[in-house]
């Protein structure tokens, strides 16, 4: 078998001075880097939230349809979401607030109620649902049929 020498005394591993430089420039990197990481995770923590409600809307409106009505029951703090159908059974319960997120629900409510008929059309008026973290902010419009909308 054969080994191989370095060529000319050279010996393996980094300098000080290689070491030094590249601790100095991920120091320079490092702050733009964990800002964005940090715009990223709120932005996401927001999307879930939003996407949860708006999945459990969607399945309020199923099991409306399938069982004769059914309510979505959403609790601001904690920030909660839970379908009942219209026999009393719970068939979806999910936390909107993971990750530090806030839901405030249309006219500084506690607490709000969205019904949905045999048809799976909303019996409320309009409602807005609105996420917030970190100063970003996001919302579900809710129309007076059930439709929603994101923004």
């Not at 490092?30 to 800002?35: H, I, K, N, R, S």
């Not at 419009?141 to 929603?148: A, D, F």
Request: glycine share 12%; hydrophobic share 45%.
């Amino acid at each position: 078998m054969y080994q191989v020498r370095p060529v000319g005394g050279a010996r393996a591993g980094y300098s000080i001075i290689e070491i030094a430089t590249l601790l100095a420039i991920l120091a320079a990197l490092a702050p733009p880097l964990l800002a964005s990481a940090v715009r990223l995770r709120t932005s996401f923590c927001l999307s879930r939230s939003q996407e949860e409600a708006a999945r459990l809307l969607a399945e309020a409106r199923w099991v409306a349809i399938g069982n004769g009505g059914a309510t979505l029951e959403l609790t601001a703090s904690p920030p909660t979401g839970v379908v009942v159908s219209a026999a009393g059974d719970t068939v979806a319960v999910a936390d909107l607030g993971e990750g530090g997120v806030a839901l405030h629900l249309s006219r500084g409510r506690p607490t709000a109620r969205i019904r949905y008929g045999p048809l799976g059309l909303g019996l409320v008026s309009s409602q807005t649902i609105r996420f917030a973290l970190a100063g970003e902010e996001r919302s579900l419009v809710i129309s007076s049929l059930g439709r929603v909308a994101r923004r």
